[in-house]
């Protein structure tokens, strides 16, 4: 079965790095998403990514993320300078085009990172 | 999207049948009904999704009332593999590009 896979699994970094969060999205996806998880609450959305560009973004999303998608496969989520309370486990996900019966949303295992 | 209330947390025994209810009572005519689920740490699973009529797949069955105000999630044969956050979730669209909003779900604990 079609996997959307996350690298790394874990990542530790500085407050005040850069970090780069790294998907897969599943080949014939067209739609592409970040969510985020803080330890103990809701999943929630960041932003979504279509057609080389972003569609939808939360309140969360704020200048210090952006999204790339460099090359076609990859989908990345970066993290200009990172705080404290960016620690959260991230989520990517991907969904197929309008026309399908089923649902196709699949999320990848995502990334912890810790932030110190 | 619609609101849902699910209870926070229920309890199953191992091969006895969890019914994970779900109020919708705000939904409108064109937004369907989906279920994930949480297991640990894992990214979210989709399980089955709905409009008006009862649905089954290899995970799960979803009942649907007639007034489409609330549902049921039912897994006929719950395993200690099923012990997870179990997400109710309306939505727009059955396919294509639609952001979810997850609420806080009900947890599941399968005991044997």
């Known amino acids: 079965e079609p996997e959307v896979t996350q690298t790394p699994s874990h990542q530790v970094t500085q407050m005040g790095q850069e970090v780069i969060l790294r998907c897969v999205p599943i080949?014939?996806?067209?739609?592409f998403y970040w969510y985020r998880q803080i330890l103990g609450q809701k999943v929630e959305f960041l932003v979504s990514f279509y057609n080389n560009e972003i569609s939808e973004k939360s309140e969360i999303f704020d200048d210090q993320f952006s999204v790339e998608r460099p090359d076609g496969s990859n989908f990345t989520l970066k993290i200009r300078s990172t705080k404290l309370e960016d620690s959260a486990m991230y989520f990517c996900?991907?969904?197929?085009?309008?026309?399908?019966?089923?649902?196709?949303?699949?999320f990848g295992s995502g990334t912890r990172l810790t932030v110190v | 999207d619609a609101k849902t209330t699910q209870p926070p947390s229920m309890d199953c025994a191992e091969g006895r049948a969890a019914n994970l209810p779900c109020n919708h009572s705000t939904i409108s005519g064109n937004e369907y009904v989906y279920w994930y689920r949480q297991i640990h740490s894992q990214g979210p699973q989709y399980i089955i999704h709905g409009l008006k009529n009862n649905e089954t797949n290899e995970m799960a069955s979803l009942i649907i009332t007639e007034d489409r105000k609330s549902s049921t999630l039912i897994l006929p044969h719950a395993t200690l593999r099923d012990t997870a956050v179990y997400y109710c979730?309306?939505?727009?669209?059955?396919?294509?590009?639609?952001?979810?909003?997850f609420g806080a779900g009900t947890r599941l604990a399968v005991h044997p």
């Open positions: 996900a991907s969904s197929p085009g309008l026309v399908i019966r089923s649902d196709g949303y699949t």
């Open positions: 979730i309306v939505r727009l669209f059955s396919g294509g590009y639609n952001k979810l909003i």
């Open positions: 080949s014939n996806h067209l739609y």
